[in-house]
């Protein structure tokens, strides 16, 4: 199949074109500037065309021989206009993608109640959803509405991780107890993957637990260690302030921001019942793991793609020697290979800073975002690595050629276009450094800007341009920048084996689960479906059962490893609640097991306890079939004894790319309970509702353990101990 993808070089799109690839699909890429993907790891790999949805001539032939095709790109940091850019854009789209069997959009939740042509409410929001109606009316169509996207380098994550980092107390607006549903960067991507097997599928709307937006920052605290008081003032606050108040405390400029702030006026809310129902293998994680993801990947400096990527629909400067353009060229010769003095310059910005007078770059940056831009807080994507097209600081990369030429072109405000470039050629035993300021001025304001900065900007640059001769003469090793200390849900202890009922009580009931586990369903028929598809391997008709709950969780190690740990279950295993049942093994293995409340055989001297559960052992599959792509095994179990019983399997198999899936191991638990041999109570039965609930509670926690086992026994194991 061949697919295409717009918005590529966004946020988004440069994370699913590699995946795309991964999956074997053919990709094509439609970007208005081809030089935006040089340097990144898939641009060999994809059939680029260039154009631009706002121009219908330059579409031509894009679309032949694709099949599907992605809509991921905005106008939103276009301007006032975006809408109006946003509706061209999608027309043409429209009238160019004949032939097309499926579109896959996303956009964003709107509020609920609300007719969305109405003036009322935001912008952005309707506008996004005026579009997938657009393409809806004239294509077969998947619309992915979904909250704010929190992943490394997302905007929505910027603004939270900023804002909490720096204000121990916050006086907020009202808005911030509004309710919000976000999703990991992670599921967006799955449902982005899966919609190209499911078809064309209408709206669907995604998204993780409800939170209101005091929350996050709260949950976000609470994740970094940090202490914070989010105070909601009792009225509302117009718009462009709290967009201002966003531009000078995070990295997102006043015109992205106001949006996104008008947006957060209203509680999103996503109906999620179709997405659980089209996409039953994606279970969105919770926003505190998504965050941990997120820090995780900033950390290690492994941020594939950030919101600054997206360069917008106004026009590129280009750099040309001609009249009217004012430069400043320097000069000097380094002792140092030109491998060395590139990596310099291509290090500048962000967390390292310019080398010399970083106090006057930093002034210069806080001028910049009271006028507007960006100024200094866009920083940049990693410390040592640049692509063409994204941002440093308040420069984009306009030119990297490797290991020769760096081109930096300023996006703060300012009367005229500007570049800084720097090349270097061999010389001798080393090399040439040619360091290039140029200016563009519009008007008498741009002449009067240059000339009167310039005698400070001589002095900057000539310290500039032998700061970076002396750093590649004299390389030192730097201290990692900033570093974030983040608890990650990677083990690095064996979880505490059971010590007595009270402690299993807390552990295991009252405790909340850091992983969501549970599959959840919006219908007794999608969880009879969800069901068979689950357990056909295990050969067991389940449709019967009136509670049959279902578990999932990725497990970081072999699924052979998994199930030998499976294998080990007793009452010394860390993972189970002996202190409350106890595993009594009946004298033959897992082929009987007793499950025994609290671990004790009899209520006194005289009366004899019964077991809670019986197990008995009705299949084992310890060696996947030859046939079995997923490297499937199992235990299935009838349950038989003093409480109501059923089925009770464990299904270990490897992980399947196709479904989005990253752990290397997928577990599943299955319990289908029947009441005293009667298996179909009515649906809303108290004591089918009880035992739901608590069997729940007690699973999710116990797979959250199993996977910290699992996880921490093979890194040991892999580590040599």
């Known amino acids: 199949m061949k697919v295409l993808v717009t918005g590529a070089t966004g946020y988004i799109g440069g994370r699913l074109v590699p995946r795309l690839l991964e999956l074997g699909y053919e990709v094509r890429v439609l970007v208005r500037d081809p030089d935006r993907i040089q340097g990144r790891k898939w641009q060999s790999q994809v059939e680029v065309y260039t154009g631009d949805l706002t121009d219908a001539a330059s579409l031509a032939g894009v679309f032949e021989g694709v099949q599907v095709a ?27 993608a004949t032939g097309l069997d499926h579109t896959i959009y996303i956009g964003g939740l709107v509020p ?33 509405r979904a909250g704010p996207i929190i992943g490394s380098g997302s905007a929505s994550f910027e603004m939270v991780r900023y804002v909490t980092e720096r204000l121990p107390i916050m006086l907020a607006p009202s808005w911030v107890t ?40 709260l949950d976000y605290a609470s994740v970094r260690n940090l202490s914070r008081v989010v105070v909601p003032l009792p009225s509302r606050l117009p718009a462009w302030f709290s967009a201002g108040w966003i531009g000078l405390m995070t990295p997102i400029p006043e015109t992205i921001a106001r949006p996104l702030i008008r947006g957060m006026s209203e509680s999103l809310r996503a109906r999620g019942s179709r997405a659980r129902r089209l996409f039953p293998e994606v279970l969105p994680v919770n926003y505190k793991h998504a965050v941990k993801l997120a820090l995780l990947r900033v950390s290690e400096e492994d941020v594939e793609t950030r919101w600054s ?181 990677k083990p690095t202890s064996l979880p505490i084996p059971s010590h007595g009922a009270s402690g299993d009580f807390r552990h295991y009931l009252l405790r909340t689960p850091p992983l969501e586990t549970r599959i959840d369903f919006s219908s007794e028929a999608e969880r009879e479906e969800y069901s068979q598809r689950v357990m056909q391997r295990l050969g067991r008709d389940v449709s019967n059962y009136s509670v049959l709950n279902l578990h999932k969780i990725g497990v970081d190690a072999p699924a052979r490893y998994v199930f030998e740990e499976l ?48 197990l008995r052992l009705l299949e084992q599959q310890d060696v996947p079939s030859s046939a079995d792509p997923d490297n499937g095994r199992y235990l299935l179990f009838q349950c038989e004894g003093g409480y109501p019983v059923g089925i009770f399997a464990f299904y270990v198999r490897s992980a399947i790319q196709e479904r989005g899936e990253l752990d290397s191991t997928q577990v599943f638990v299955g319990a289908g309970f029947d009441f005293y041999g009667k298996e179909r109570w009515p649906l809303f039965h108290p004591v089918n509702r009880i035992w739901e609930t608590v069997h729940d509670r007690v699973t999710r926690n116990i797979l959250n353990r199993f996977k910290q086992v699992c996880e921490w026994r093979f890194d040991r194991t892999q580590a040599g101990h």
């Open 112 to 144: 609920k109640g609300k007719r969305l042509g109405q003036p009322r409410g935001s912008e952005h929001l309707r506008s996004r959803a005026e579009i997938g109606r657009i393409l809806a009316r004239q294509l077969e169509t998947t619309e992915l």
């Open 309 to 489: 990527d997206a360069r917008g629909v106004r026009a590129a400067y280009a750099h040309k020697d001609e009249e009217g353009l004012l430069r400043e060229e320097r000069n000097c010769e380094v002792q140092a290979t030109p491998e060395a003095v590139f990596r310099v310059f291509t290090g500048l910005g962000g967390a390292r800073g310019w080398l010399t007078w970083q106090w006057a770059w930093t002034i210069r940056g806080i001028i910049d975002r009271l006028l507007g831009g960006p100024g200094l807080r866009r920083g940049r994507r990693h410390r040592d690595k640049l692509l063409r097209g994204e941002a440093v600081d308040f420069w984009r990369v306009e030119a990297l050629e490797a290991p020769q030429l760096l081109r930096l072109r300023a996006e703060a405000r300012m009367p005229g276009g500007a570049w800084l470039e720097w090349r270097v050629e061999p010389s001798g035993e080393g090399s040439r450094l040619v360091q290039t300021a140029a200016f563009a001025p519009h008007g008498l304001r741009g002449l009067l800007y240059w000339y009167g900065l310039y005698p400070l900007h001589r002095l900057i640059f000539n310290d500039l341009l032998r700061a970076i001769a002396k750093r590649a003469e004299n390389p030192v090793n730097e201290k990692r920048l900033v570093p974030i200390r983040v608890r990650l849900p």
């Open 178 to 217: 509004n309710l919000v549903q976000p999703i990991a960067i992670r599921d967006v991507m799955q449902y982005l993957i899966l919609a190209l097997e499911r078809g064309p599928s209408g709206v669907v709307e995604i998204g993780a637990e409800r939170l209101s937006y005091r929350q996050m920052m």
């Open 567 to 614: 294998l080990k279950w007793d009452s010394e295993s860390a993972f189970w609640p002996n202190g409350l049942a106890t595993v009594e093994d009946a004298g033959s293995g897992l082929a009987r097991l007793r499950i025994r409340p609290f671990g004790k055989t009899r209520w006194g001297r005289s009366l004899r306890r019964k077991p809670l559960f019986e």
């Open 70 to 96: 992605y809509y991921l790109v905005h106008s939103m940091n276009s301007g006032r206009d975006f809408a109006r850019r946003d509706r061209e854009a999608a027309a043409n789209f429209c009238e160019a």
